[in-house]
């Protein structure tokens, strides 16, 4: 059995490798991205040309514009923290109702 990757069957498949590596951006990256692409956008270029100069898929362009769009690189760098500091809270949450349903069960004798 011979296990060949997406690439690898584009390839002999004699197909063009049109897939991206995966990259993470930060948001400073990302706002920056964004202020260089609307000018180029600006300037007259074609959607297409930006998002290949920039190496950004079409996907995450969109994504990037509904969520960082108007933002100044601080202002996306403080929403990912608030958005970190809040799963934690979940997280602990979570686990403090878990640890609460375990005493009640304790307490109730049903273990």
């Not at 390839?11 to 991205?33: C, F, L, S, Y």
């Not at 969520?67 to 996306?76: F, L, N, R, S």
């Amino acid at each position: 059995m011979v296990h060949l990757s997406r690439e690898s069957v584009a390839q002999h498949a004699g197909m063009e490798d049109i897939t991206m590596k995966r990259k993470r951006h930060t948001p400073e990256q990302i706002v920056r991205k964004l202020r260089e692409g609307e000018r180029m956008l600006n300037e007259g270029q074609d959607l297409a040309e930006v998002l290949r100069q920039l190496e950004v898929s079409e996907s995450s362009w969109a994504r990037w514009r509904n969520q960082y769009g108007g933002m100044k690189a601080d202002e996306a760098k403080r929403l990912k923290e608030l958005e970190r500091e809040n799963a934690r809270l979940k997280k602990l949450l979570a686990e403090a109702e878990l640890d609460k349903a375990m005493l009640k069960e304790l307490a109730e004798g049903n273990f």
